[in-house]
């Protein structure tokens, strides 16, 4: 099975950008399709966004839409998002997720695996 640890969270300021990562290992990471999701203290987690297996499909929460992007290099067995434009909002732990198959969908039931996750802070 595959084995997920995420990195490059921080504290930035609003308006700021960040990129994480979400790096694979133990398996054949083409077979999965990664998810990001997120959770802030009190919250439910939050669906982030999500890519297939190829990197051909991408779909996004509403929260996020025309400000992060996800992207993955599977010669590097890793997953990016790309984080633009943050508000305070934005704060949370952000977790990557993986499940077999092509497509994955937002909802946290759907991925077996899960990383350990990296703290995003955006101060106001």
């Known amino acids: 099975q595959v084995q997920l640890a995420e990195s490059g969270g921080g504290l930035v300021q609003t308006g700021g950008s960040l990129r994480l990562s979400c790096a694979a290992s133990?398996?054949?990471?083409?077979?999965?399709?990664i998810g990001w999701f997120r959770q802030a203290p009190g919250k439910e987690r939050e669906f982030v966004g999500a890519?297939?297996?190829?990197?051909?499909?991408?779909h996004y929460g509403d929260s996020v839409k025309g400000r992060f992007t996800i992207s993955r290099d599977n010669t590097k067995n890793t997953v990016y998002l790309q984080m633009n434009s943050l508000k305070p909002e934005d704060t949370a732990v952000y977790y990557c997720?993986?499940?077999?198959?092509?497509?994955?969908?937002?909802?946290?039931?759907?991925?077996?695996?899960w990383g350990q996750g990296t703290q995003v802070t955006v101060s106001s």
């Open positions: 133990g398996d054949t990471f083409i077979s999965y399709a």
């Open positions: 997720a993986a499940v077999r198959g092509y497509y994955s969908g937002s909802f946290a039931r759907e991925y077996d695996h």
């Open positions: 890519i297939s297996f190829n990197g051909g499909r991408t």
